[in-house]
């Protein structure tokens, strides 16, 4: 037989730093995921809306939805 000993395995403090390591990982895996929507999504979404508000002119939406008969208290002009 053998003489060498195997080393005795960590009982204490392991559930401590198993979640320290954990832990760190999940919140940079968070900060990265919010980093990510914010420049991929939201900010191109902004975007988008600022130049569709930009030159949009309402009365003009609301002329061409009226003479297609889309209300039904406003009646189009033409009739």
Request: no cysteine.
């Amino acid at each position: 037989m053998s003489s060498t000993l195997l080393p005795k395995p960590q009982m204490r403090g392991l559930l401590a730093k198993r979640l320290r390591f954990h832990i760190v990982g999940a919140i940079i895996a968070s900060l990265g995921a919010a980093v990510l929507y914010k420049y991929g999504v939201s900010e191109p979404r902004k975007r988008a809306y600022a130049d569709f508000y930009k030159d949009y002119d309402s009365m003009k939406d609301f002329e061409a939805m009226r003479e297609a008969g889309v209300f039904e208290s406003v009646q189009p002009k033409n009739s």
